[in-house]
């Protein structure tokens, strides 16, 4: 694994965790150990992402609506999503308007032959 370009990922959903969340909202990072891969997750009870922007979040120069108040060129998310494909890892997303986000990494685990 490339520590910096992970870490980098990490910066960038928990940035947006922080951005799109009031005052009082939670921001929840949890890494669990399954049987097949280590998944860590970001969560927020923020503004969440509506499902028909979902699938554009991770394309370069995208801003959702919400976002368009926010700071930013629409790049933090793409870039996530490259070093995730370079690493042969998955991310999903899980959200709902006005209950938050959940940003999921799934990093397999390596079995010995």
């Given at each position: 694994m490339d520590r910096q370009l992970?870490?980098?990922?990490?910066?960038?959903?928990?940035?947006?965790?922080?951005?799109?969340?009031?005052?009082g909202d939670d921001i929840?990072?949890?890494?669990?150990d399954g049987d097949r891969a280590i998944l860590v997750s970001v969560a927020d009870t923020g503004h969440?992402?509506?499902?028909?922007?979902?699938?554009?979040?991770f394309d370069l120069f995208y801003r959702?609506?919400?976002?368009?108040?926010?700071?930013?060129?629409?790049?933090?998310?793409?870039?996530?999503k490259q070093v995730i494909?370079?690493?042969?890892?998955t991310i999903a997303v899980d959200?709902?308007?006005?209950?938050?986000?959940?940003?999921?990494i799934s990093i397999p685990i390596a079995t010995e032959i």
């Open positions: 992970f870490e980098r990922a990490l910066e960038n959903i928990f940035g947006n965790a922080l951005r799109y969340t009031d005052e929840i990072i949890r890494v669990t969440g992402i509506a499902e028909e922007q979902r699938s554009h979040i959702g609506t919400a976002s368009r108040r926010e700071e930013g060129f629409g790049i933090g998310l793409s870039v996530v494909d370079s690493h042969g890892w959200s709902e308007p006005g209950a938050g986000t959940v940003f999921t």
